[in-house]
């Protein structure tokens, strides 16, 4: 099985307007892009051998005034299309009712984690209003995906997202399986030490290339690190994604090809580290009581 950790379903047609995506697109920074059906989306994942997206909303309450998605919009998708696709919630930790929208999305909606942006949301993980959080991800044994390194989005200083800012939370939490995106990058090295350090601590491989997908994604795996950290001593905490729309999924596939992995370590790459992040993968839409009706692909 192959999933994509990173997916932002900015584009999907079912929640799509020009209203919105307006206001999306000052916000993410996309431009030049249109929606996409459902056919069209399955499409893709064909071509890169793609089984379930990972869908990463993102609230910007406090810091912007929107979603970027919201929990709701995401968790219908999952229901229209339940084999195919994962629902994480979002929420602003410096709303007053963070714990509470966590808990809904937790509880009612089927979440399978929480996404996190703190240069977009202007947080650092240490903060008295991440406790609620982190208390809820324990509780209900839900994962945090950070969104770290180097972020293109406007208004997002980098300084939130570098690794070392969030190592003290991910120390005091050692229950709480933790991801930083996009292998944090620049600072590769940095978080090979968190893995090491913190077996809670897992990262993906969406990173921004400045080459092309193939020769990014080479050097991520045999010069930013060593050519073998990964087989070695990483196999079990690095997962794929892609960072759609921002990037394609098929293209880093194909990259991921090139680097001729050992079966063990390429299907943990692809899939393995997932389903052991999120704790299994069997559909959400059944945690999801009445809220919406499901129906299959």
Same mark, same amino acid.
């Given at each position: 099985?192959?999933?994509?950790?990173? +997916?932002?379903?900015?584009?999907? /047609?079912?929640?799509?307007?020009?209203?919105?995506?307006?206001?999306?697109?000052?916000?993410?920074?996309?431009?030049?892009?249109?929606?996409?059906?459902?056919?069209?989306?399955?499409?893709?994942?064909?071509?890169?051998?793609?089984?379930?997206?990972?869908?990463?909303?993102?609230?910007?309450?406090?810091?912007?005034?929107?979603?970027?998605?919201?929990?709701?919009?995401?968790? /219908?998708?999952?229901?229209?299309?339940?084999?195919?696709?994962?629902?994480?919630?979002?929420?602003?930790?410096?709303?007053?009712?963070? !714990?509470?929208?966590?808990?809904?999305?937790?509880?009612?909606?089927?979440?399978?984690?929480?996404?996190?942006?703190?240069?977009?949301?202007?947080?650092?993980?240490?903060?008295?209003?991440?406790?609620?959080?982190?208390?809820?991800?324990?509780? *209900?044994?839900?994962?945090?995906?950070?969104?770290?390194?180097?972020? %293109?989005?406007?208004?997002?200083?980098?300084? *939130?997202?570098?690794?070392?800012?969030?190592?003290?939370?991910?120390?005091?939490?050692?229950?709480?399986? +933790?991801?930083?995106?996009?292998?944090? %990058?620049?600072?590769?090295?940095?978080?090979?030490?968190?893995?090491?350090?913190?077996?809670?601590? *897992?990262?993906?491989c969406s990173v921004l290339y400045l080459d092309s997908p193939e020769e990014s994604i080479e050097r991520l795996f045999t010069v930013d690190m060593g050519p073998r950290w990964f087989?070695?001593?990483?196999?079990? /905490?690095?997962?794929?994604?892609?960072?759609?729309?921002?990037?394609?999924?098929?293209?880093?596939?194909?990259?991921?090809?090139?680097?001729?992995?050992?079966?063990?370590?390429?299907?943990?790459?692809?899939?393995?580290?997932?389903?052991?992040?999120?704790?299994?993968?069997?559909?959400?839409?059944?945690?999801?009581? !009445?809220?919406?009706?499901?129906?299959?692909?």
């Amino acid at each position: 099985m192959v999933i994509d950790m990173n +997916v932002h379903p900015l584009l999907y /047609q079912a929640i799509y307007d020009d209203e919105t995506f307006a206001d999306w697109e000052r916000v993410f920074g996309m431009g030049l892009m249109g929606p996409m059906d459902y056919d069209e989306i399955f499409a893709e994942m064909r071509v890169g051998g793609i089984d379930k997206n990972v869908l990463l909303p993102l609230d910007l309450t406090t810091t912007e005034g929107l979603c970027l998605a919201t929990n709701e919009q995401c968790a /219908q998708i999952v229901a229209d299309h339940p084999g195919r696709f994962i629902n994480f919630a979002s929420v602003d930790p410096n709303r007053s009712d963070a !714990a509470d929208v966590l808990e809904h999305a937790f509880r009612d909606l089927g979440a399978r984690g929480i996404s996190l942006h703190p240069a977009k949301q202007r947080f650092w993980a240490t903060d008295p209003c991440m406790e609620p959080v982190f208390d809820l991800c324990e509780q *209900y044994d839900r994962p945090i995906v950070f969104d770290a390194g180097l972020s %293109w989005e406007p208004n997002a200083p980098t300084k *939130y997202g570098h690794p070392l800012a969030l190592e003290e939370a991910i120390m005091r939490h050692p229950k709480v399986r +933790v991801c930083l995106s996009h292998f944090a %990058w620049p600072w590769v090295r940095e978080m090979v030490m968190l893995m090491l350090k913190y077996p809670n601590c *897992y990262t993906e491989c969406s990173v921004l290339y400045l080459d092309s997908p193939e020769e990014s994604i080479e050097r991520l795996f045999t010069v930013d690190m060593g050519p073998r950290w990964f087989q070695r001593s990483l196999c079990h /905490q690095v997962m794929f994604a892609s960072n759609t729309p921002r990037f394609r999924a098929f293209k880093i596939r194909r990259a991921i090809e090139h680097l001729g992995l050992p079966d063990y370590a390429h299907d943990a790459l692809l899939g393995g580290n997932a389903v052991e992040f999120l704790g299994g993968v069997e559909s959400s839409a059944a945690e999801m009581g !009445a809220v919406v009706t499901s129906k299959e692909e």
